[in-house]
Protein backbone atom coordinates (compact mmCIF):
# COMPACT_ATOMS: atom_id res chain seq x y z
CA UNK A 1 0.00 0.00 0.00
CA UNK A 2 2.74 2.53 0.69
CA UNK A 3 5.97 2.32 -1.43
CA UNK A 4 7.68 4.58 0.30
CA UNK A 5 7.73 2.24 3.44
CA UNK A 6 10.19 0.12 2.00
CA UNK A 7 12.84 2.95 0.73
CA UNK A 8 16.17 2.24 2.68
CA UNK A 9 17.14 4.30 5.18
CA UNK A 10 20.42 6.04 3.58
CA UNK A 11 17.81 6.66 0.95
CA UNK A 12 15.10 8.30 3.62
CA UNK A 13 17.85 10.82 5.29
CA UNK A 14 18.89 11.92 2.03
CA UNK A 15 15.69 11.79 0.05
CA UNK A 16 13.94 13.49 3.31
CA UNK A 17 14.46 16.98 2.94
CA UNK A 18 13.42 17.61 -0.87
CA UNK A 19 10.15 15.62 -0.12
CA UNK A 20 10.98 12.76 -2.47
CA UNK A 21 10.50 9.99 0.19
CA UNK A 22 6.53 11.39 0.55
CA UNK A 23 6.36 11.84 -3.12
CA UNK A 24 7.55 8.49 -4.10
CA UNK A 25 3.73 7.32 -3.49
CA UNK A 26 2.34 10.00 -5.60
CA UNK A 27 2.24 11.72 -8.57
CA UNK A 28 5.62 12.64 -9.55
CA UNK A 29 4.29 15.67 -11.77
CA UNK A 30 3.38 17.05 -8.51
CA UNK A 31 5.54 20.16 -7.33
CA UNK A 32 7.58 19.70 -3.70
CA UNK A 33 8.01 23.33 -3.87
CA UNK A 34 6.84 23.85 -0.32
CA UNK A 35 3.11 25.55 0.22
CA UNK A 36 3.17 26.27 -3.69
CA UNK A 37 2.94 22.55 -4.75
CA UNK A 38 -0.63 21.08 -5.45
CA UNK A 39 0.41 18.63 -1.90
CA UNK A 40 0.60 19.39 1.73
CA UNK A 41 3.80 18.74 2.86
CA UNK A 42 3.02 16.95 5.91
CA UNK A 43 6.02 15.48 8.36
CA UNK A 44 4.38 12.98 11.11
CA UNK A 45 7.04 11.46 13.64
CA UNK A 46 5.82 7.89 13.77
CA UNK A 47 3.43 5.55 12.30
CA UNK A 48 -0.15 6.51 14.16
CA UNK A 49 0.35 9.75 13.30
CA UNK A 50 1.25 9.10 9.62
CA UNK A 51 -1.77 6.90 9.14
CA UNK A 52 -3.98 9.80 10.34
CA UNK A 53 -2.37 12.14 7.61
CA UNK A 54 -2.18 9.52 5.07
CA UNK A 55 -6.05 8.34 5.21
CA UNK A 56 -7.13 12.21 6.55
CA UNK A 57 -5.10 13.76 3.77
CA UNK A 58 -5.70 11.69 1.40
CA UNK A 59 -4.56 12.86 -2.11
CA UNK A 60 -3.90 16.20 -1.37
CA UNK A 61 -1.03 15.71 1.27
CA UNK A 62 3.04 14.03 0.63
CA UNK A 63 3.24 12.29 4.05
CA UNK A 64 7.08 11.43 5.54
CA UNK A 65 7.37 9.81 8.82
CA UNK A 66 10.10 10.60 10.35
CA UNK A 67 10.59 7.05 11.89
CA UNK A 68 10.95 4.32 9.62
CA UNK A 69 9.27 0.80 9.60
CA UNK A 70 11.37 -1.65 12.37
CA UNK A 71 12.60 1.38 14.67
CA UNK A 72 11.56 1.35 17.93
CA UNK A 73 10.31 5.10 18.23
CA UNK A 74 11.08 5.73 21.55
CA UNK A 75 14.49 5.35 20.91
CA UNK A 76 14.44 7.34 17.40
CA UNK A 77 17.42 10.11 17.17
CA UNK A 78 17.05 12.28 14.37
CA UNK A 79 19.44 13.44 11.29
CA UNK A 80 20.41 17.06 10.70
CA UNK A 81 18.79 16.58 7.63
CA UNK A 82 15.91 14.71 9.09
CA UNK A 83 15.36 18.25 11.53
CA UNK A 84 15.97 19.97 8.61
CA UNK A 85 12.97 18.59 6.67
CA UNK A 86 10.85 19.53 9.41
CA UNK A 87 11.48 23.07 8.83
CA UNK A 88 10.28 22.53 5.24
CA UNK A 89 7.27 21.31 6.46
CA UNK A 90 3.63 22.83 5.89
CA UNK A 91 2.44 20.78 8.72
CA UNK A 92 3.76 18.49 11.41
CA UNK A 93 1.83 16.02 13.42
CA UNK A 94 3.48 14.16 16.12
CA UNK A 95 2.54 13.24 19.78
CA UNK A 96 4.32 14.72 22.61
CA UNK A 97 5.93 12.03 25.44
CA UNK A 98 6.73 9.82 22.99
CA UNK A 99 10.30 10.67 21.34
CA UNK A 100 12.34 13.67 23.05
CA UNK A 101 14.73 13.93 19.82
CA UNK A 102 11.36 14.92 18.08
CA UNK A 103 9.71 16.93 20.45
CA UNK A 104 12.74 19.13 20.59
CA UNK A 105 13.24 19.11 16.85
CA UNK A 106 9.92 20.36 16.49
CA UNK A 107 9.93 22.63 19.07
CA UNK A 108 12.54 24.69 17.05
CA UNK A 109 11.28 24.25 13.70
CA UNK A 110 9.43 27.29 13.71
CA UNK A 111 6.63 25.77 11.14
CA UNK A 112 3.28 27.40 11.59
CA UNK A 113 0.79 24.28 11.63
CA UNK A 114 2.37 22.49 14.11
CA UNK A 115 -0.08 19.84 15.86
CA UNK A 116 0.79 18.10 19.06
CA UNK A 117 -2.08 15.07 19.26
CA UNK A 118 -1.63 14.82 22.82
CA UNK A 119 -3.49 18.11 22.93
CA UNK A 120 -6.56 16.88 20.93
CA UNK A 121 -7.52 14.23 23.60
CA UNK A 122 -7.24 13.66 27.53
CA UNK A 123 -4.50 12.06 28.39
CA UNK A 124 -4.16 9.77 31.92
CA UNK A 125 -1.12 7.95 34.20
CA UNK A 126 -0.70 4.36 33.75
CA UNK A 127 1.74 2.41 35.73
CA UNK A 128 2.69 -1.37 35.47
CA UNK A 129 -0.53 -2.77 36.23
CA UNK A 130 -3.61 -0.93 35.17
CA UNK A 131 -7.36 -1.93 34.74
CA UNK A 132 -10.25 0.10 33.79
CA UNK A 133 -11.36 0.68 37.17
CA UNK A 134 -8.59 1.79 39.65
CA UNK A 135 -7.61 5.26 38.45
CA UNK A 136 -8.93 8.43 37.44
CA UNK A 137 -8.04 11.35 35.00
CA UNK A 138 -5.30 13.76 36.75
CA UNK A 139 -6.15 16.99 34.01
CA UNK A 140 -3.90 20.55 33.71
CA UNK A 141 -4.60 23.42 31.61
CA UNK A 142 -2.02 23.05 28.97
CA UNK A 143 -1.47 26.63 26.74
CA UNK A 144 0.03 25.25 22.61
CA UNK A 145 3.42 26.44 22.86
CA UNK A 146 3.54 27.15 18.84
CA UNK A 147 0.50 29.47 19.46
CA UNK A 148 -1.86 28.01 16.48
CA UNK A 149 -5.71 27.46 16.79
CA UNK A 150 -6.28 23.69 16.30
CA UNK A 151 -9.89 23.22 17.71
CA UNK A 152 -8.77 21.16 20.96
CA UNK A 153 -9.52 20.04 24.15
CA UNK A 154 -7.81 23.04 26.29
CA UNK A 155 -6.98 20.63 29.15
CA UNK A 156 -4.82 17.42 29.20
CA UNK A 157 -2.36 16.12 31.53
CA UNK A 158 1.27 15.93 30.81
CA UNK A 159 4.24 14.32 32.48
CA UNK A 160 5.25 17.23 34.80
CA UNK A 161 7.76 15.49 37.01
CA UNK A 162 5.27 14.52 39.38
CA UNK A 163 5.27 10.90 40.45
CA UNK A 164 2.34 9.90 38.30
CA UNK A 165 2.53 6.05 38.64
CA UNK A 166 5.37 4.27 37.09
CA UNK A 167 7.33 6.10 34.83
CA UNK A 168 6.84 9.34 36.30
CA UNK A 169 4.44 10.86 33.23
CA UNK A 170 1.30 10.58 31.42
CA UNK A 171 1.05 7.65 29.49
CA UNK A 172 0.79 8.63 25.63
CA UNK A 173 -0.48 5.76 23.92
CA UNK A 174 -3.44 7.20 23.09
CA UNK A 175 -3.76 5.27 19.65
CA UNK A 176 -4.31 2.13 20.87
CA UNK A 177 -8.02 3.01 22.28
CA UNK A 178 -10.37 3.43 19.03
CA UNK A 179 -12.21 6.08 20.92
CA UNK A 180 -9.35 8.17 21.62
CA UNK A 181 -7.81 7.96 18.53
CA UNK A 182 -10.92 8.75 16.65
CA UNK A 183 -11.47 12.02 18.81
CA UNK A 184 -7.26 12.63 17.93
CA UNK A 185 -8.69 12.11 14.38
CA UNK A 186 -11.11 14.78 13.93
CA UNK A 187 -8.56 17.03 15.59
CA UNK A 188 -6.55 16.52 13.10
CA UNK A 189 -8.95 16.97 9.99
CA UNK A 190 -10.07 20.20 11.51
CA UNK A 191 -6.74 21.68 11.80
CA UNK A 192 -6.12 20.26 8.15
CA UNK A 193 -9.31 22.01 6.82
CA UNK A 194 -7.75 25.51 8.64
CA UNK A 195 -4.11 24.58 6.98
CA UNK A 196 -5.35 23.86 3.80
CA UNK A 197 -8.92 25.44 3.35
CA UNK A 198 -9.20 25.00 -0.88
CA UNK A 199 -9.81 21.18 -0.03
CA UNK A 200 -11.14 21.51 3.68
CA UNK A 201 -14.09 19.01 2.34
CA UNK A 202 -11.86 16.54 1.32
CA UNK A 203 -10.66 16.29 4.88
CA UNK A 204 -13.88 16.55 6.70
CA UNK A 205 -15.42 13.52 4.55
CA UNK A 206 -12.64 11.44 5.02
CA UNK A 207 -12.32 12.30 8.73
CA UNK A 208 -16.05 10.86 9.01
CA UNK A 209 -15.11 8.20 7.23
CA UNK A 210 -11.86 7.22 8.96
CA UNK A 211 -13.70 7.81 12.37
CA UNK A 212 -16.43 5.29 11.29
CA UNK A 213 -14.34 2.69 11.19
CA UNK A 214 -12.65 3.54 14.26
CA UNK A 215 -16.30 2.89 15.79
CA UNK A 216 -16.96 -0.23 14.31
CA UNK A 217 -13.43 -1.29 16.09
CA UNK A 218 -14.49 -0.01 19.01
CA UNK A 219 -17.82 -2.24 18.89
CA UNK A 220 -15.78 -5.27 17.32
CA UNK A 221 -13.52 -5.06 20.61
CA UNK A 222 -16.90 -4.66 23.05
CA UNK A 223 -18.43 -7.20 21.57
CA UNK A 224 -15.37 -9.59 21.12
CA UNK A 225 -14.26 -9.03 25.16
CA UNK A 226 -17.40 -8.56 26.82
CA UNK A 227 -17.43 -12.23 28.16
CA UNK A 228 -13.79 -13.76 28.99
CA UNK A 229 -12.80 -16.19 31.21
CA UNK A 230 -10.24 -14.16 32.82
CA UNK A 231 -9.84 -10.08 32.65
CA UNK A 232 -5.97 -10.04 32.89
CA UNK A 233 -3.01 -10.33 30.48
CA UNK A 234 0.59 -9.43 30.94
CA UNK A 235 2.92 -8.04 28.43
CA UNK A 236 6.35 -6.50 28.25
CA UNK A 237 5.46 -3.43 27.18
CA UNK A 238 2.92 -1.25 29.39
CA UNK A 239 0.91 0.18 26.09
CA UNK A 240 -2.40 -1.19 26.93
CA UNK A 241 -3.70 0.77 29.39
CA UNK A 242 -5.88 2.80 27.46
CA UNK A 243 -7.15 -0.26 25.63
CA UNK A 244 -7.39 -2.01 29.21
CA UNK A 245 -9.46 1.01 30.81
CA UNK A 246 -11.64 0.96 27.69
CA UNK A 247 -13.03 -2.34 27.97
CA UNK A 248 -12.87 -3.26 31.37
CA UNK A 249 -9.62 -5.75 31.45
CA UNK A 250 -6.75 -5.52 33.55
CA UNK A 251 -3.29 -5.12 31.82
CA UNK A 252 -0.03 -6.33 34.17
CA UNK A 253 3.45 -5.20 32.54
CA UNK A 254 6.05 -7.02 33.23
CA UNK A 255 8.11 -3.55 32.87
CA UNK A 256 7.19 -0.12 32.06
CA UNK A 257 6.09 1.99 29.65
CA UNK A 258 9.78 1.81 28.30
CA UNK A 259 9.36 -1.65 26.18
CA UNK A 260 12.68 -2.18 27.01
CA UNK A 261 13.06 -1.35 30.53
CA UNK A 262 14.18 -4.62 32.36
CA UNK A 263 11.62 -5.81 35.49
CA UNK A 264 13.15 -6.93 38.99
CA UNK A 265 12.85 -9.95 40.59
CA UNK A 266 10.44 -8.85 42.70
CA UNK A 267 8.25 -7.89 39.74
CA UNK A 268 8.40 -11.23 38.09
CA UNK A 269 7.71 -12.84 41.28
CA UNK A 270 4.73 -11.16 41.79
CA UNK A 271 3.94 -11.89 38.19
CA UNK A 272 4.38 -15.37 38.60
CA UNK A 273 1.28 -14.98 41.95
CA UNK A 274 -1.00 -12.74 39.63
CA UNK A 275 -0.98 -15.10 36.60
CA UNK A 276 -2.18 -17.88 38.79
CA UNK A 277 -4.95 -16.18 40.91
CA UNK A 278 -6.25 -14.12 38.17
CA UNK A 279 -5.82 -17.05 35.79
CA UNK A 280 -3.34 -15.37 32.98
CA UNK A 281 -3.24 -17.77 30.20
CA UNK A 282 -0.56 -15.54 28.08
CA UNK A 283 2.44 -13.67 28.02
CA UNK A 284 2.50 -11.00 25.34
CA UNK A 285 5.54 -9.43 23.63
CA UNK A 286 6.00 -6.84 20.44
CA UNK A 287 7.44 -7.25 17.08
CA UNK A 288 9.62 -4.15 17.64
CA UNK A 289 11.39 -5.01 20.78
CA UNK A 290 12.52 -8.51 22.30
CA UNK A 291 10.76 -11.29 22.70
CA UNK A 292 13.40 -12.80 25.21
CA UNK A 293 11.65 -11.42 28.80
CA UNK A 294 8.30 -12.20 28.00
CA UNK A 295 9.99 -16.19 26.86
CA UNK A 296 11.49 -16.26 30.16
CA UNK A 297 8.87 -15.43 32.25
CA UNK A 298 6.33 -17.57 30.31
CA UNK A 299 8.42 -20.39 30.66
CA UNK A 300 8.93 -20.04 34.36
CA UNK A 301 4.93 -20.01 35.17
CA UNK A 302 3.93 -22.27 32.39
CA UNK A 303 1.87 -19.60 30.35
CA UNK A 304 1.82 -19.09 26.51
CA UNK A 305 3.14 -16.88 24.50
CA UNK A 306 1.36 -13.98 22.18
CA UNK A 307 1.90 -10.66 19.93
CA UNK A 308 -0.13 -8.02 21.50
CA UNK A 309 1.25 -4.98 18.68
CA UNK A 310 1.18 -1.87 20.12
CA UNK A 311 1.47 -0.04 16.68
CA UNK A 312 4.43 1.93 16.49
CA UNK A 313 5.10 1.03 13.37
CA UNK A 314 3.74 -1.67 10.32
CA UNK A 315 6.92 -4.00 9.19
CA UNK A 316 6.67 -7.34 7.31
CA UNK A 317 6.18 -9.08 10.22
CA UNK A 318 3.43 -7.23 11.52
CA UNK A 319 -0.03 -9.13 11.62
CA UNK A 320 -2.15 -6.98 9.26
CA UNK A 321 -1.11 -3.56 6.55
CA UNK A 322 -2.71 -1.01 8.25
CA UNK A 323 -3.89 0.61 12.16
CA UNK A 324 -7.54 -1.15 10.99
CA UNK A 325 -5.91 -4.65 10.44
CA UNK A 326 -3.49 -4.75 13.14
CA UNK A 327 -5.76 -3.82 15.79
CA UNK A 328 -8.16 -6.30 14.65
CA UNK A 329 -5.27 -9.08 15.19
CA UNK A 330 -4.76 -7.70 18.67
CA UNK A 331 -8.21 -8.43 19.15
CA UNK A 332 -8.35 -11.47 18.03
CA UNK A 333 -5.28 -12.52 20.22
CA UNK A 334 -6.60 -11.16 23.18
CA UNK A 335 -10.02 -12.99 22.79
CA UNK A 336 -7.93 -15.94 22.69
CA UNK A 337 -5.79 -14.96 25.64
CA UNK A 338 -8.53 -14.31 27.27
CA UNK A 339 -10.98 -17.05 26.94
CA UNK A 340 -13.82 -15.31 25.10
CA UNK A 341 -16.82 -16.73 25.14
Known sequence: MNVRRLIPTTAVAGA???????????????????GNGDKLKVTASFYPMQFLAERIGGEHVAVTSLTKPGVEPHDLELTPRQIGSISESDYVLYLKGIQPAV?????????????DAATLTTLENHGAEVSGHDHGHEEEAHEDEHGHEEEAHEEHSEGDGHNHGEEGGADPHIWLDPVKYAEVAKGVGKSLEKADPDHAADYKKNTEALVGELNK???AYETGLKNTATKTFITTHSAFGYLAERY???????????PEAEPTPARIQELHTIAEKEKATTVFFETLASDRTAKTLAK??????????PLEGITKKSQGADYIEVMESNLTALQKALGAK
Open 16 to 34: VVLGLTALSACSTSDAADG
Open 248 to 258: GLTQQGIAGID
Open 217 to 219: LNT
Open 103 to 115: DDAIKQSGVKNTV
Open 300 to 309: DTGLKTGVLD
